[in-house]
């Protein structure tokens, strides 16, 4: 604790508090929230008295903590923070955790009174309404954290499916309707992004020869679900070289032809006019197996080109392209 986050008079061996600046920089949270969580639910510094500054103990800031973790984990405001004050011995760290309600997630449940619209989710785990709240808070450290520990527990797949892809269909149906929040998609994306390349990062000694690659064709700026499936075969212990966005056929091509890849996979969101090029690179040799996914494919893809319907599919059949 440095002691610029100190009050003056804690400077001098009194015990130690936080300012608000202090608190809302360490949870990763605005300090309006902060004023939010103490008028709605109680959640405010205990050593504030009528005209001096807000002041937070540890005491304070651990009920705190609590609550940001278990609204990341799905709890309701209200719910999350009742649970926090009842807490007998509060740490940041631990804690009860519960299931909160599935529906709708509104932006006034925790980030203040200005934001009205609704993040609109499917059915699915408490806990896509935490990271969905996250989001829309730019919580970025609350978002690693959840991810973090998901894929610990359950892998990538599962972690994919039942919480990243959710939040991001929520974000971005409420900018498709609104204009509104397209920094909280960004910030979410780059926080997946960031948990899937550290997976993919810890695998030193992968055990197939034959590189896999993944990549995007044209004009196809979604790479997103590539480094799912890189990250996800690293669990298997299977290196996956990722070319990326936008990789121009001519420098596939000669990518396949310098590597030998067991397996190329090329994903595309977006509408691909012609499978011309897929044509090209089954004539490329040494001849790799060459699969697709992605709802932009036209239905005349060659033959010997294979469909992938998820990433758990994707998965599967490049790790069966291994020897």
Known sequence: MSDQD???????????????????????????????WARRYGLGPTSHTAGSHRRYTSEDFARLAIMRRLTHEGVSPAEAARMAIEDPDPQPD???????????????????????R?????????????????????????????????????????????LCVPVLIGLGERFAA??????????????????LRATSDRLTQPRNTAPILLACLDEEQHSLPLHAVAAALAE????????GMRVPTVALSAAIRRTGPAAVLLFAAMPVVSADDLRVLTRVRPSPR???????????????????????????ALADAVV
Request: net charge negative; hydrophobic share 40%; aromatic share 2%.
């Open 6 to 36: 100190l009050e003056p008079e804690q400077r001098s061996g009194a015990a130690p508090t936080l300012t608000v600046a202090a608190v809302a920089r360490r949870l990763g949270v605005a300090p309006a929230t902060l004023r939010t």
């Open 236 to 243: 298997r212990g299977i290196a996956a070289r990722q070319l």
């Open 290 to 316: 060459i699969l697709v996914g992605g709802n932009g494919w036209p239905l005349d893809v060659p033959p010997s080109v294979q469909r992938v319907g998820s990433i758990g599919h994707a998965v599967s």
């Open 118 to 162: 609704p993040v609109r989710l499917p059915e699915s785990a408490p806990a896509v309404r935490g990271l969905a709240r996250a989001a829309m808070a730019l919580d970025a450290n609350g978002i690693t954290e959840v991810l973090r520990r998901q894929v610990r527990a359950d892998g990538v797949v599962a972690t994919w499916d039942t």
């Open 94 to 116: 631990d804690g009860p955790r519960r299931s909160g309600p599935l529906g709708l997630v509104h932006d006034d449940d925790e980030f203040g009174d200005d934001l009205r």
């Open 178 to 195: 609104t204009g509104e929040g397209v920094e909280a998609e960004h910030l979410f994306s780059e926080c997946v992004m960031g948990v």
